[in-house]
């Protein structure tokens, strides 16, 4: 409870402080803001067109029922290596999409339980994993890189350890 409170006061306590700092080295605190939102703008709308690709590409293929299929010829193999194929969906999700991890990871939490084999995975690769396609073209297409080979197939790979290394970790741990 002492932690919200300070937490409560800590925004404005910093914002305070910055603004003693700018007055104490004269600059205009009012000018300096306005210039940072109009540059907070011209990146948003600059990442924008990015964005929307990102969420149109994500929804053909949860929409589209491919990944339906792909799962349910993979079965005997996660069945074979004790993997739930239920955690599939959101490992092939993950690196695309934050939020649409998240709402599967929701979903095998409300099916399964909390404490449950398959949203303890779940858990842990949402935390350990990130959004490495919408970041990569998010951010590098804002900025006009678009040799993002090395850095796409570095990142996948991460994601990839961290999916592996989340499910055995889980097995040892909870199994």
Known sequence: MILVKIGNYLIPVVVLLIII???KKKVNVY???????KEGLELAISIFPYLVAMLFAT??????????????????IFDFIKVPVEVLPMAIIRPISGNASFAIMIDLIKTFGVD????????TMQGSTDTTIYVLSLYFGSIGIKKIGH???????TDLVSIIVSIILVSVVFG
């Open 151 to 157: 850095a796409m197939w570095a990142g996948l790979l």
């Open 59 to 76: 929804n053909i293929l949860l929409k589209s029922n491919i990944l339906n299929s792909l799962f349910s010829l993979a079965r005997p």
């Open 116 to 123: 449950s084999f398959i949203g303890r995975i779940a858990a």
């Open 31 to 37: 000018d300096s803001f306005i210039n940072g939102a």
């Open 21 to 23: 700092y700018a007055f």
